[in-house]
């Protein structure tokens, strides 16, 4: 397994990451996303280093994601892409 640091800045409504793997010149970039409106209208969404989307998520406007919505987000309705 590689060694990896996770960076986390969570914020009131969002939470913004990005993952750096240890390779034998130092820490590299591999991942950033961030969840963002959940209290409003939830997106999640990650992307690789040079910017490309590996996967965004959509709930619905009047969904909220706080605590007990996190538990469960199978029965959310959602958009994919």
């Known amino acids: 397994m590689a060694d990896a640091i996770l960076v986390l800045n969570a914020g009131s409504s969002s939470v913004k990451f990005s993952l750096y793997a240890n390779e034998n010149d130092g820490a590299r970039a591999r991942l950033r996303g961030q969840i963002e ?11 690789d280093v040079q910017g490309a989307l590996l996967h965004r998520r ?23 892409s």
Do not use: M, R
């Open 58 to 80: 959509d709930w619905e406007a009047s969904t909220t994601l706080g605590h007990e919505g996190a538990i469960d987000v199978s029965s959310t309705s959602c958009n994919t």
């Open 37 to 47: 409106g959940l209290y409003t209208a939830p997106k999640f969404s990650a992307s």
